[in-house]
């Protein structure tokens, strides 16, 4: 018969036999198939990848707005002298411009002022449609429109307008953008547009202000750039 410290020994040892298996379970990662342990993550994982730019995308509003505007994406507006315009024809002979008959206001470095009288269809002599535009206006192109008018108003007066300057309409810009406006002056008209960076006026004698504006609209596809 084993003695009293015999069985207390093998007991001990029995024990210490099941802890360690016990332990050796714990660490062992396949000795529990039911438990889905996460691997750890790899410097691949931690490391955040660079993100990329989102690209740039142009709305339908920023087009419309750009249209509205007139000004083209590429830069500003010109003005330029050509030899037709909406059916025009630059004056020649008695009819060329040799001074220049209208104050342009202050022309600075990178300006350009295109002065200039033009024929209706089948002219050769009389009052000439007469254009003054300037282009890299550095002011507001408003601003540079109302010095121009009051220049063309004094130039009317003295060529052939009567009566007295009316109040101005705005029309419709055409393609270009910006803003048009004619006035009546006795039984001519006069107008003018503005836009992101140019500002023009004419003299349309013998027309109402309504058919001056749709013809200086015109005007413009060929006057401008």
Known sequence: MPST???????????GTLVAALALTACDPESDPGTDAAPAPTAAATTAAPSSPAPVATSATATATAKASGKPSGGKRTVISTQHAAGLTKSSGDGTISDVPVDPGEM????NLVVENYDRAGQTSGRRILFVGVDNVPEDTGKRREHLWRGLIDYAAGNGSTGTPGTGTPYAPGPLGGSLECLPYGADALCGWADSST????????????QAAKLFAAMRADLEQ
């Open 199 to 210: 500002a023009a006026v004419a003299l349309f004698p013998q027309s109402s202000p309504a």
């Open 108 to 111: 600075r470095d990178g300006m």
């Open 5 to 15: 410290g015999s069985r207390t020994a093998r007991t001990l040892l029995a024990a």
